[in-house]
């Protein structure tokens, strides 16, 4: 099933069906738990950074990109890390527009089989990964039901993979095709925060394919003059648009990291459907950067930025190579 036709997932649903299960899952994403995952984020990192070290240069840094969080989320699902590679086959039949309809079924079929024995496991032998959390939390004496499970683990696999991974090869593309904000950052570690925000408003993993998508339940007449949205409308607002409006974003083509914080860049949504793992994103691209900083502090791109090569077909978009030298 396409994505966007699933309406178990969490994107999808509507008013009280949507709100009752972020109740529900809420207390599995707040800053603090964010801040608890660092020790073990900053472990992944540090055995993927080991590894692009020791096979020297130049190395491709899209094989750090796509591992990092797929690497995360099998510790969130408390899966062994070798199914990584099958949880990010999953994701990119889920994002493709390219596959079969055959194709996209059995991905989604594989999967349903995969995390009900997941879910059985862990309430058979509970443990302490979020996924752990996910099964107990509960609202009241409200819980998520088997299907709403297996639907909320398919929408974590699919909102904390291609994001992360297209946000910190994006983010690397900006940084190491301007080097002066690289060297910036090395300069002050304090800017890192602020460097994040902006280099997913500039260059947002979403790109010019993907924005929120959302249908009009009522008349809503545009403030800028240029019509009605009717009811029953589709409206796509492309994310890319949203973070280079000139009137909010003066000059939206220049990187700045001293922007002011006034706005919001709608990377991660607005509204009842804000993403969930925000403070999660945050945590893991930070880390990274300043990982990256720390342990490459002359890192290059190792062919020209016009020369690297960007994914297609997919919802996500972002870079399929980052060859880069230290
Ligand atoms: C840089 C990384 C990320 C970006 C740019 C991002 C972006 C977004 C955006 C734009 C939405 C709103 C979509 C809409 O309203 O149609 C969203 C929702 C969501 N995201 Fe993220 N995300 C990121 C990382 C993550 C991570 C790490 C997780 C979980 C581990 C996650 C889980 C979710 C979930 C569950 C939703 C659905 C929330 C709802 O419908 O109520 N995201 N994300």
């Not at 409200?142 to 299907?147: A, F, G, K």
Request: hydrophobic share 45%.
């Amino acid at each position: 099933m396409l994505l966007l036709e699933d309406p178990t997932i969490l994107l999808n649903m509507h008013g009280e069906d949507h709100l009752r299960l972020r109740r529900i899952v809420a207390s599995a994403f707040t800053p603090r738990r964010a801040e608890q995952a660092r020790p073990e984020i900053s472990k992944i990192i540090d055995r993927l950074l080991d590894d692009v070290e020791s096979g020297g240069h130049p190395a491709d840094l899209m094989t750090f990109a796509r591992l990092l969080p797929t690497r995360f989320i099998s510790q969130i699902l408390g899966v062994p890390e070798e199914d990584g590679e099958q949880l990010l086959e999953w994701v990119s039949a889920w994002l493709s527009f390219a596959l079969p309809r055959e194709d996209l079924d059995r991905a989604a079929n594989d999967f349903s089989d995969y995390a009900r024995a997941l879910v059985e496991r862990k309430r058979a032998e509970p443990g302490d990964s979020l996924i752990d959390h996910i099964i107990n939390a509960h609202d009241v004496e409200d819980r998520l039901s088997e299907n709403e499970l297996i639907s909320m683990i398919r929408m974590l696999i699919i909102g904390g993979n291609e994001t992360i991974a297209n946000a910190i090869s994006r983010s690397l593309f900006s940084l190491l095709s301007q080097r002066q904000h690289w060297a910036a950052l090395l300069a002050d570690r304090s800017l890192v925060p602020a460097a994040i925000e902006e280099l997913l408003r500039h260059n947002p993993p979403g790109g010019g394919t993907t924005g929120l998508i959302r249908l009009a339940t009522a008349d809503v007449e545009l403030t800028s003059g240029s019509g009605v949205i009717r009811a029953g409308q589709g409206v796509f607002t492309p994310l890319v648009a949203a973070g280079h409006d000139p009137a909010v974003f003066p000059d939206p083509e220049q990187i700045r990291f001293d922007r002011p914080k006034t706005h919001s860049t709608m990377q991660f949504g607005a509204g009842r459907h804000y993403c969930l793992g925000v403070h999660l994103a945050r945590v893991e691209l930070e880390l990274t950067l300043n990982a990256l900083l720390d342990r490459f502090p002359n890192l290059r791109l190792a062919v020209p930025p016009a020369e690297l090569p960007w994914s297609e077909g997919s919802y996500g978009v972002g870079l399929t190579g980052l060859p880069v030298v230290w």
